[in-house]
């Protein structure tokens, strides 16, 4: 499945998944098709039915994957950035609350700490030891107080 979906990939190691990447296939298609129904039918593509759709239709294949109901699977934006601004604005931490960072994790999260940090919110940051954090490293940060503990599931300066 993985060759078909990424043909690109036959003749080449690709290692960087920042901000654009190798789309799949059925990625292009669905995007081919959304074009397609914005230059046929401009009003219902732009009514937002068709992203509806596809939501639906996302969230009922991906409810088994992460073993929950489809209800449960929220799209967020169009960006990691928007992900991470909607999900910390969700858990809106209040003054004398904190939030739990990587020293090393993406930027975007420093900037999300400011803006808590002005708002009162006490940010903690884990201190990496050789590019590497240990779970202890995070316990030791987290108490009653804290509302998030925003970490990436790969650090991007080391992968």
């Known amino acids: 499945m993985f060759e078909a ?8 190691t690709y290692l960087d998944w920042a901000a654009v990447g190798v789309p799949p296939l059925r990625s292009i298609g669905a995007v081919r098709a959304y074009l397609d129904m914005l230059e046929r039918d401009p009003a219902s593509a732009a009514a937002g039915a068709a992203q509806a759709a596809a939501k639906q239709e996302a969230r009922a294949a991906l409810a088994p994957i992460l073993g929950c109901s489809p209800d449960r699977i ?12 909607v999900a910390v604005d969700a858990v809106s931490p209040s003054k004398g609350d904190n939030v739990v960072i990587a020293d090393m994790d993406f930027p975007l999260f420093y900037v999300e700490a400011k803006r808590l940090s002005s708002r009162g919110v006490e940010v903690r940051v884990a201190q990496n030891s050789d590019g590497d954090y240990e779970i202890d490293q995070f316990y030791e ?3 009653r ?15």
């Open 141 to 143: 940060l987290i108490d």
């Open 74 to 85: 929220v799209f967020t934006g169009t960006s990691t950035t928007s992900a991470v601004q």
């Open 145 to 159: 107080r804290t509302r998030a503990v925003m970490v990436s599931s790969v650090i991007g300066s080391t992968g």
């Open 5 to 12: 979906e990424f043909p690109q990939l036959r003749s080449m």
